[in-house]
């Protein structure tokens, strides 16, 4: 089972993208972090680095998908071969 985290979901809202906690979706995750901090991290137009998706120009937080839920099928058969393997280690 994959551990539980705060779960997010990316939602249009009066025709602009905002992120919202809520409690019955799926884990979301941000396209890019930060090494070393692992903060969540977006780009606009002009080369800007932001940690909020809301700092960024309407046009970048509505035109780009800066949240994604592909790491969950990653993750889930990790766990498969995680238990796999510890059962196969004496």
């Known amino acids: 089972?994959?551990?539980?985290?705060?779960?997010?979901?990316?939602?249009?809202?009066?025709?602009?993208?905002?992120?919202?906690?809520?409690?019955?979706?799926?884990?979301v995750w941000a396209r890019f972090y930060e090494i070393g901090t692992n903060r969540r991290l977006f780009g606009d137009r002009d080369g800007t680095i932001h940690t909020d998706v809301q700092e960024i120009s309407h046009e970048r937080r509505n035109g780009y998908a800066w949240y994604v839920e592909s790491p969950r099928s990653a993750l889930e058969k990790y766990e498969k071969w995680a238990a796999k393997i510890s059962q196969a280690i004496p």
């Not at 089972?1 to 799926?26: C, N």
């Open 1 to 27: 089972m994959l551990k539980q985290y705060p779960k997010y979901k990316y939602i249009l809202a009066l025709a602009d993208y905002s992120l919202f906690i809520v409690s019955f979706v799926l884990a």
